[in-house]
């Protein structure tokens, strides 16, 4: 298995530009998880969707930020327009829901940083 | 609610004494609780887990876990550092009746030669 596989690994952008960053989650997880990380804040979950249905975006920072999953192997997050203040490490994360308990497997991340 | 609290943000221990990271959590229900460990520019990778049972979980690469109803907590253990243990490790909990994981901020761990 090829693991969560996200791209581009790193993002230089300039401030107002649009950012798309791309996720393709194990085959046959069901759920999808879009995380940011930064030093000041640590690990922080933005928006979770199940069965290709976001469930919960309450972690999206504002409107600036949107997600899409169109189909069960691709996931998208999109900032429009970008800030400084947007760099991070945004990471992708899979799981099967079909037990009671699961763990959640990581893709190596997307290093964004916005001029 | 359910949260996490890693207490150390940094671990040293010179490599083949024991190591032990701490975690503490808080939440309604009954907790199901991980670790994941993190190398420099990689993503997360999941070490280990406590769903129910015995209080002593083992993991990946030689870890383990103790759960503590009454402390609230699950440290993670190992009996001999290696050089290579040497990275940011995150404790996550997920109480019944969410969906998703809480994530401590995490505690370096350095193992000196």
């Known amino acids: 298995d090829a693991g969560v596989i996200q791209s581009p690994r790193h993002e230089v952008t300039e401030m107002g530009q649009e950012v798309t960053l791309r996720c393709k989650p194990i085959?046959?997880?069901?759920?999808l998880f879009w995380y940011r990380q930064t030093m000041m804040r640590g690990l922080e979950l933005l928006i979770y969707?199940?069965?290709?249905?976001?469930?919960?975006d309450s972690g999206m920072p504002e409107d600036r930020f949107s997600a899409k999953m169109p189909n069960a192997s691709f996931s998208t997050l999109k900032i429009q327009p970008s800030e400084p203040r947007d760099s991070a490490v945004y990471f992708c994360?899979?799981?099967?829901?079909?037990?009671?308990?699961?763990?959640?497997?990581f893709g190596p991340g997307t290093r964004l940083t916005v001029t | 609610a359910q949260s996490v609290a890693q207490p150390e943000d940094q671990v040293n221990v010179a490599e083949g004494n024991p190591l032990t990271v701490k975690c503490t959590y808080s939440v309604s229900g009954n907790p199901y609780l991980f670790w994941y460990v993190q190398y420099p520019n990689r993503g997360l990778q999941f070490l280990l887990k406590y769903i129910t049972g015995d209080n002593l979980v083992k993991g990946s690469y030689g870890f383990e876990a103790e759960f503590n109803k009454s402390q609230t907590s699950f440290h993670l253990k190992k009996p001999s550092a290696l050089v290579s243990d040497s990275a940011l490790y995150f404790c996550?909990?997920?109480?019944?009746?969410?969906?998703?994981?809480?994530f401590g901020k995490g505690t370096m761990l350095l193992v000196s030669p």
């Open positions: 996550a909990v997920r109480d019944t009746g969410y969906s998703t994981l809480t």
């Open positions: 969707f199940n069965n290709n249905v976001p469930i919960d």
């Open positions: 994360a899979s799981s099967l829901v079909r037990r009671a308990v699961y763990e959640q497997y």
């Open positions: 085959s046959g997880h069901n759920s």
